[in-house]
């Protein structure tokens, strides 16, 4: 499933944390870990979960791609397309649209012209997935 999802040219990867029950840590304490995922619209969904964040445990599974891999900027992500040659990063609306509201308070006219514009493209994107669109239909649309 990975090798088909990194075939393709384009992936989405993102990792979260996760509270994880760890016998061997002590009775009824939890530790926390990381779940990876990697995919691509309308693809299937690798995980893959680590123990620990850091640069290997979160890029790894990208070994051998070559693409275009959006994803959040977790500082391994700019540092593995830096050195990788065949990696293209784009980042995520999600993750740009969060850092708009963090900076809101000190930014607030710019920021509500941004985020009017990411509203807009979130009601388009929207439009795509209710709509069944194809890749042709949703680039017009966009």
Excluded at 17 to 26: E, M, S, V
Excluded at 60 to 86: C, W
Excluded at 126 to 131: F, N, V
């Amino acid at each position: 499933m990975l090798l088909e999802l990194l075939a393709g040219g384009y992936v989405q990867v993102d990792e979260t944390p996760i509270r994880y029950c760890d016998p061997d840590y002590g009775e009824r304490k939890t530790r926390t870990g990381y779940l990876c995922g990697v995919t691509r619209p309308l693809g299937d969904i690798w995980y893959i979960r680590s123990g620990w964040r850091c640069h290997a445990s979160v890029t790894s599974h990208l070994e051998g791609f070559a693409g275009v891999a959006q994803a959040g900027m977790y500082e391994a992500y700019p540092k593995l397309a830096k050195t990788s040659k065949r990696i293209e990063l784009t980042g995520c609306w999600a993750h740009a649209r969060r850092r708009l509201f963090e900076i809101k308070e000190r930014f607030q006219h710019e920021c509500a012209a941004y985020l009017k514009l990411v509203a807009k493209h979130y009601e388009v994107e929207k439009e795509i997935r209710e709509g069944g669109l194809d890749a042709d239909a949703s680039f017009r649309l966009r």
